[in-house]
């Protein structure tokens, strides 16, 4: 399985960004997919989470009201909608495909990580 995330950038503060996830070797409409990200010097942290089907989602509070997590099974993907970004967004950001059907919040609960993607945030 290989998960391969794109869409980081650079952008401007209040700027917005899409990011994308695809998997390949796998169906993803069986699997929670998530989203974490690792700023310079601290530790990986939980973003959003979706389950299988996407009626279960589950946001960080840092991105509640910006951040919009998604999935399309039929294009084998899952996508991460920022607004409003912030400077302290600047991250790697990584998709993680989930070894259950649910929406998880804690990284061990992922089987396949993608490669990350950067997304600087800064004027």
């Known amino acids: 399985v290989q998960l391969q995330a794109s869409g980081g950038g650079l952008v401007q503060p209040g700027g917005s960004l899409r990011l994308s996830c695809a998997a390949s070797?796998?169906?993803?409409?069986?699997?929670?997919m998530g989203w974490f990200r690792q700023a310079p010097g601290k530790e990986n942290e939980f973003v959003a989470a979706?389950?299988?089907?996407?009626?279960?989602?589950y946001y960080q509070d840092f991105a509640k009201g910006r951040f919009t997590i998604s999935r399309d099974n039929a294009k084998n993907s899952v996508y991460l909608q920022m607004n409003n970004l912030k400077s302290e967004d600047t991250a790697i950001y990584y998709c993680?495909?989930?070894?259950?059907?649910?929406?998880?919040?804690?990284?061990?609960?992922?089987?396949?990580w993608g490669q990350g993607t950067l997304v600087t945030v800064s004027s």
């Open positions: 993680g495909l989930s070894q259950t059907t649910l929406a998880v919040t804690v990284r061990a609960g992922y089987t396949y």
């Open positions: 070797g796998r169906a993803l409409s069986n699997a929670g």
């Open positions: 979706i389950n299988w089907n996407g009626d279960t989602t």
